[in-house]
């Protein structure tokens, strides 16, 4: 199986080749694919060197799947050219997740919608992944009526700059800045740009998607994000109304037997979800699971994750496992 991997020397997609090395994944032969600065390098995989390849290359190569983590604009116009050429794309960017002809995946909630006909499949926002792992299984069993979360998210969703810059302010070295602001000592209230109701882009991520993903257009939700100088994973305060009512322990079982799910959740001995134990792993991490005591069939929670692995990078790999296991591709 042909595998290609666009924005292979990215951050994301240096994850996404560790972990398809860590999984397993069937790749006979790796098309690592990357901007014109850098077609020409080499890097290894499982053992055994690849040269970096330009886009057109990589689409003449006609590689069965093509992992997509190369930013909106090279999405919007690379991956028609592969699916034309017989390749199913599975695009991590923004850029096809709200289009209404492609399926917004996370394997575990919704894998069963993709077909064979899905030829540009989206990756879900880093934030709406951890969340709506925790609030699915609880949907299905007291039907979420209004969502309101706040996140607090790693600078590593920007990417390397931000990681430069933050490095840079702890030793007091001048350098680029990713962020208006400094971000050492620092959270700044603005995780992408603004659109028009006063929201930035992710605010509205975190409310288009966890519809679309959860197929309820009638869920409320809200959100605020924040960015924080913290590189092991987001972490979100998360407030749900449901319609009916529940008991706190039933909530902690059913997370507990979520698949991709780990429930931290103990005050007798400080146990909780944080970034800095996330950090390289695959699962969404969930605790400070109590009832909202200011209103009825109200529940609080908080959720961390690995951005850059099931926010992105993992998440992708395992729609490309469901894809060869039932025979998609």
Same mark, same amino acid.
């Given at each position: 199986?042909?595998?290609?991997?666009?924005?292979?020397?990215?951050?994301?997609?240096?994850?996404?080749?560790?972990?398809?090395?860590?999984?397993?994944?069937?790749?006979?032969?790796?098309?690592?694919?990357?901007?014109?600065?850098?077609?020409?390098?080499?890097?290894?995989?499982?053992?055994?060197?690849?040269?970096?390849?330009?886009?057109?290359?990589?689409?003449?190569?006609?590689?069965?799947?093509?992992?997509?983590?190369?930013?909106?604009?090279?999405?919007?116009?690379?991956?028609?050219?592969?699916?034309?050429?017989?390749?199913?794309?599975?695009?991590?960017?923004?850029?096809?997740?709200?289009?209404?002809?492609?399926?917004?995946?996370?394997?575990?909630?919704?894998?069963?919608?993709?077909?064979?006909?899905?030829?540009?499949?989206?990756?879900?926002?880093?934030?709406?992944?951890?969340?709506?792992?925790?609030?699915?299984?609880?949907?299905?069993?007291?039907?979420?009526?209004?969502?309101?979360?706040?996140?607090?998210?790693?600078?590593?969703?920007?990417?390397?700059?931000?990681?430069?810059?933050?490095?840079?302010?702890? &030793?007091?070295?001048?350098?680029?800045?990713?962020?208006? %602001? =400094?971000?050492?000592?620092? @959270?700044?209230?603005?995780? #992408? !740009? /603004?659109?028009?109701?006063?929201?930035?882009?992710?605010?509205?991520?975190?409310?288009?998607?966890?519809?679309?993903?959860?197929?309820?257009?009638?869920?409320?939700?809200?959100?605020?994000?924040?960015?924080?100088?913290?590189?092991?994973?987001?972490?979100?305060?998360?407030?749900?109304?449901?319609?009916?009512?529940?008991?706190?322990?039933?909530?902690?079982?059913?997370?507990?037997?979520?698949?991709?799910? &780990?429930?931290?959740?103990?005050?007798?001995?400080?146990? %909780? =979800?944080?970034?800095?134990? @996330?950090?390289?792993?695959? #699962? !969404? /991490?969930?605790?400070?699971?109590?009832?909202?005591?200011?209103?009825?069939?109200?529940?609080?929670?908080?959720?961390?994750?690995?951005?850059?692995?099931?926010?992105?990078?993992?998440?992708?790999?395992?729609?490309?496992?469901?894809?060869?296991?039932?025979?998609?591709?």
């Amino acid at each position: 199986m042909k595998i290609a991997v666009v924005g292979a020397t990215g951050m994301v997609g240096e994850v996404m080749l560790k972990v398809l090395a860590e999984r397993n994944f069937p790749v006979t032969e790796l098309i690592p694919v990357a901007s014109e600065r850098s077609v020409g390098k080499e890097i290894e995989f499982n053992g055994k060197k690849y040269k970096v390849v330009g886009l057109e290359t990589a689409v003449s190569m006609k590689p069965e799947i093509a992992l997509f983590s190369a930013g909106g604009d090279t999405s919007k116009e690379w991956a028609p050219k592969f699916a034309e050429a017989g390749t199913t794309v599975i695009d991590n960017s923004s850029a096809w997740r709200m289009d209404a002809t492609k399926k917004l995946v996370v394997p575990e909630i919704n894998a069963n919608v993709l077909t064979k006909e899905d030829k540009i499949i989206a990756n879900p926002n880093c934030s709406t992944i951890q969340m709506v792992m925790a609030l699915a299984p609880l949907h299905k069993k007291y039907t979420i009526e209004r969502v309101i979360v706040s996140t607090y998210q790693s600078i590593t969703g920007t990417g390397v700059k931000a990681v430069q810059q933050l490095e840079n302010e702890y &030793t007091g070295t001048k350098g680029e800045m990713a962020y208006p %602001y =400094p971000i050492h000592r620092n @959270a700044i209230p603005q995780c #992408d !740009v /603004f659109e028009d109701n006063g929201y930035t882009k992710e605010e509205m991520k975190l409310v288009r998607e966890t519809k679309k993903i959860m197929g309820d257009d009638s869920i409320r939700v809200t959100a605020t994000a924040i960015r924080i100088p913290v590189v092991g994973g987001h972490s979100e305060s998360v407030n749900i109304e449901f319609a009916n009512d529940f008991d706190v322990n039933q909530v902690r079982a059913i997370l507990h037997d979520t698949p991709g799910v &780990t429930v931290q959740d103990n005050t007798d001995t400080k146990t %909780y =979800p944080m970034p800095i134990y @996330a950090e390289g792993k695959d #699962d !969404v /991490f969930v605790g400070r699971i109590r009832r909202d005591e200011s209103q009825p069939n109200t529940l609080n929670m908080w959720i961390v994750a690995d951005n850059l692995r099931k926010g992105a990078a993992t998440n992708t790999v395992q729609i490309a496992e469901y894809l060869v296991a039932n025979g998609l591709v």
